[in-house]
């Protein structure tokens, strides 16, 4: 037999060993509704991911009929290209600044060393016109984001985010994932201020009021869509890694006659998968990976909606506001898996609780003060640029103790260090064991968790993720000595 007969049975194995066997995958085209741009890797080196990100301003029509707004994009789509590596690779971003103003990148969760971490403090921003390669190794697999943190309410609002997913690092058995969690989906969560004929709203609507309360979108996006609809074999279960990315809206989100099954977070996954619930809270900044498990039972072609329900964080933020249908699941016709997906293990991963015992402490509040007749919100009643200093040392062990002495909730980020939830209020359970960088600070309440710095001395900023409040103040500089 000549060996070109060969070649295509061969490669018909090779695809039936990586897609499964046909008959339990998801409908074709499933997912088209929902893309992520991605990035060409331009370096051969399978341990290096290298890629281009242009920021740049783009016309985008969101909605049918819209004029298009004049959005702004890394490399020309919202969200931004998906940027994928393995945990322990490699990472070099060489970027440009086509932007009207100056600019930095922030990799959110992502443990990069203290000068790649896009702190306009420690990175002078990115001068219009100019250039930075950011270049640091992704030690962590999990669900991450990438940002601006310069004007980041104005810049994100406008457009300004990515996705960026850490998979274990081939052959390493102990980070490795249990098979089988669910054909996957990266979701951005955001929002956009449209006027009624598509173009961008003001960013700085409302003016100092706007600051305070924090401004959303009137359009809810998934991966840049309105409303999209994702087709969903019935019984098939998919693996949902989510990101909120929105500037200040909380997505309080639950699937129309499902539950969602919580098996990560911030910081890759939990040490367990947490018992099926009705609905899941985002906050600001925060990231949750989640299997879906479509009715097995449902018609074909019956559709649920995930729904965005109402929550109030403060200064009447939940008021007159109803249900939003922000994405639709519809089931296809292939025939429903009535077994049921295959069971988790116990344990997902091993992760060791910081010892608490003989760690330091630090204490710090969220603060709403008067200056000169209007509210100013801040850190130990200190607002940036005058900001809060907190000193500590590589090594250290802290548990920090985090009141919000104010009448709105606030998502609290450390940048650099994940943490692990002490008290987390009714929420304890919930993120019990697994590692996190973004926390709600509930009004009036007070959270502890605690942090071991390793070997990346500088100075890392903490701040409220929702970006109008922190660009108005809340934001602070914790310097982490050698
Ligand atoms: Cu995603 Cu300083 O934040
Ligand atoms: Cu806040």
Not at 419 to 438: I, P, R, Y
Request: one cysteine or more; proline letters at 10%.
């Amino acid at each position: 037999m000549p060996p070109r007969a060969v070649a295509p049975a061969a490669l018909l194995a090779l695809c039936c060993a990586t897609c499964g066997p046909p008959d339990t995958a998801q409908p074709m085209g499933w997912a088209d509704a929902v893309p992520l741009a991605t990035v060409m890797d331009l370096n051969p080196d399978p341990h290096v991911v290298e890629v281009r990100l242009d920021a740049r301003v783009v016309p985008i029509a969101f909605r049918p009929g819209d004029q298009p707004a004049m959005v702004w994009t890394y490399n020309g789509t919202v969200p931004g290209p998906l940027i994928r590596a393995h945990a322990g690779d490699r990472v070099i971003v060489h970027f440009t600044n086509h932007l009207p103003e100056t600019t930095t990148i922030h990799w959110h969760g992502l443990r990069v060393p203290n000068a790649m971490d896009g702190a306009p403090e420690v990175q002078p921003p990115v001068a219009v016109g100019g250039s930075f390669d950011y270049d640091f190794v992704v030690p962590d697999a999990g669900t991450f984001w990438y940002h601006p943190h310069v004007r980041s309410s104005a810049q994100v609002a406008s457009g300004l985010y990515g996705a960026i997913v850490v998979d274990p690092a081939p052959g390493d058995v102990a980070s490795a994932e249990p098979p089988g969690l669910g054909d996957e989906l990266v979701l951005v969560l955001s929002d956009v201020l449209l006027n009624d004929d598509g173009t961008l709203g003001p960013v700085d609507s409302g003016g100092a009021l706007g600051d305070l309360f924090g401004r959303e979108g009137n359009v809810v996006l998934v991966n840049g869509r309105p409303r999209p609809t994702v087709l969903a074999r019935r019984g098939r279960r998919q693996r949902w890694r989510l990101i909120n990315a929105a500037r200040t809206r909380y997505f309080r989100i639950a699937l129309d006659g499902h539950t969602l099954v919580r098996i990560g977070g911030d910081g890759g996954l939990r040490p367990t998968a947490l018992p099926p619930a009705r609905e899941l809270m985002l906050v600001p900044g925060e990231r949750a990976d989640v299997l879906v498990t479509p009715d097995a039972t449902a018609a074909p072609g019956a559709q649920f909606a995930l729904k965005w329900l109402p929550y109030e964080r403060g200064f009447g933020t939940a008021f007159a506001r109803e249900p939003e249908d922000i994405l639709y699941v519809r089931t296809s016709a292939q025939p429903a898996l009535t077994d049921p997906p295959a069971a988790l293990p116990a344990r997902l991963r091993a992760i060791d609780p910081l010892p608490t015992a003989g760690a330091g402490a630090q204490s710090i509040e969220l603060t709403q003060t008067i200056v000169d007749g209007r509210a100013v919100l801040g850190i130990n009643g200190r607002a940036w640029p005058d900001h809060l200093h907190l000193t500590t040392h590589v090594g250290a062990t802290e548990v920090w103790t985090v009141r919000n002495s104010t009448m709105a909730d606030h998502p609290f980020h450390l940048h650099g260090f994940f943490f692990q939830v002490l008290d987390g209020g009714d929420d304890t359970a919930n993120f019990a064991g697994e590692w996190k960088d973004s926390l709600n600070i509930p009004a009036m309440q007070t959270r502890t968790f605690v942090v071991r710095y390793d070997d990346r001395p500088g100075m890392w900023m903490f701040h409220c993720h929702i970006l109008d409040h922190a660009e108005s103040g809340m934001m602070a500089m914790l310097e982490v000595m050698p």
